[in-house]
């Protein structure tokens, strides 16, 4: 598949775009599926504790964590939580690692940063509930939650909704050219506890919503401001978030996550410390490319079991570069 010319020439330019269709409805049946049984366990664990009574057994996967929240919001939310797990990239399935690898996207990620293809920590699933703070993202650039040292290199963030997205349920809003700027001042304490650069200190370009069909995908910048507001319909707007980088960004690939001590320089640090990279396409070293779901989940758990969340680590670094709002 791969980005056409004038597609890459829009990224340049404006700092996202949008490529329909690089996931058929096929494609996005098996994280689909994944995100369901989730749904499913946890509803059937609530009604057994007495927390939630009707589970919406029959409704597909686009209806039923809307039906479950507009009957008890409280379950729906425990539900999200453990559907995202720890900062929303919890999930590491077979699916996931499908997405992660579906060879369209990966053409497209190549024709942006080249054939050497880091899968970059830091994937995020985003059930946004309606009536949910957390579920509503202020303004900021992704490079806002990566090291100072990764602010020159481009990592590449596709923005899949796995449900139609619209203004209505929330859809992702972009500012268009504000990529070239740099990176803003992101305060913590913003909308729902994520980094926040209030709107005002962006240059007035006009934020554009990202309507979208579920399986097109809307590539953007670590420098491109993007937020989602609050989700009106009666249903769960789903989204998943994968990033990429190439071999030239600072990574931790190939590094042991016991290196990530405290006295550690930050500058030796990938881009993300706490969660894991993995190389996904390295036409040079292929012996080096992450092949299987099992190998995928099993370097993911051992940067979360070496306390990847723990703020000792590379973590607490990235506080220095956002200030209490
Ligand atoms: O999916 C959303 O609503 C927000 C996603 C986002 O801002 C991000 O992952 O950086």
Sequence with gaps: MGLTGTELQQFNEQGYVVKPAVFSAEALKPIQQALSEIVDSEAKRLQSEGALEDIYANEPFGNRLGHIRKSNLDAAIEITRVVMGPGGGGFNGASMFGML??????????????????GASAYRIRPKLPEWERGEVPWHQDSGYFLPHCDQHLLVTCWI?????????????????????GVFQHYTGGHGGY?????DEFPNTGAIPMEMKAGDVLFMTNLTPHASFENHSELVRWSVGLRYQS??????????????????????????????????????????????PEE??????????????????GWARLADRNPVK
């Design 101 to 118: 690898t579906h060879p369209p996207l990966l053409s497209c990620v190549e024709s942006l940063i080249g054939p050497t293809i880091i």
């Design 161 to 181: 909704p796995l449900v139609d997205a619209t203004q209505h349920n929330g859809c992702l809003y972009v500012m268009p050219k504000v990529h070239r700027e």
């Design 195 to 199: 980094l926040e650069v209030p709107t």
């Design 247 to 292: 071999a030239e960004a600072p990574n931790n690939a190939d590094e042991d996550p016991e290196s990530y001590t405290p006295e550690r320089e930050p500058v030796t640090m990938a881009c993300y410390p706490p969660e894991a990279d993995f190389v996904l396409r390295n036409p040079e070293n292929p012996e080096q490319e992450v092949r299987s």
């Design 296 to 313: 995928f989940r099993r370097i993911r758990e051992r940067f979360q079991g070496a306390g990847a969340y723990n703020p000792g680590r």
